[in-house]
């Protein structure tokens, strides 16, 4: 098992910066792909970004690329998504996720590739 706790969502104003962080424990962080998503109101949940186990590579939403920047810390059991320029369309509930099959690169665009959750965190962008 491995718990996950987001933190770092709140209230900005369109073009400002947030930093999402995902703290990770239970079995060994380094083990995992971890992912971003997000899920507004009324909307499926949907893939943001992506990282491989060791952190050398990432994988980003067409809607977020060049704005947003997911990374790790293993050492810390942390994920992040540094989220830059943000918009009223980003506003949602964010959540990040573990996923056990690290060679499998599709499977980090899919909420069924992941394995375990977090209860997300809030991103509320205004106008």
């Known amino acids: 098992q491995v718990q996950l706790v987001e933190s770092g969502g709140g209230l900005v104003q369109a073009g400002d910066s947030l930093r999402l962080s995902c703290a990770a424990s239970?079995?060994?962080?380094?083990?995992?792909?971890m992912g971003w998503f997000r899920q507004a109101p009324g909307k499926e949940r949907e893939f943001v970004a992506a990282?491989?186990?060791?952190?050398?590579?990432?994988y980003y939403a067409d809607s977020v690329k060049g704005r947003f920047t997911i990374s790790r810390d293993n050492a810390k059991n942390t994920l992040y998504l540094q989220m830059n320029s943000l918009k009223p369309v980003d506003t949602a509930v964010y959540y990040c996720?573990?996923?056990?099959?690290?060679?499998?690169?599709?499977?980090?665009?899919?909420?069924?590739?992941?394995?375990?959750w977090g209860q997300g965190t809030q991103v509320t962008v205004s106008t």
């Open positions: 996720a573990a996923n056990q099959h690290t060679y499998d690169t599709g499977s980090y665009y899919h909420p069924r590739g992941y394995d375990y």
């Open positions: 239970g079995r060994t962080f380094s083990n995992y792909a």
């Open positions: 990282i491989s186990w060791g952190g050398g590579s990432t």
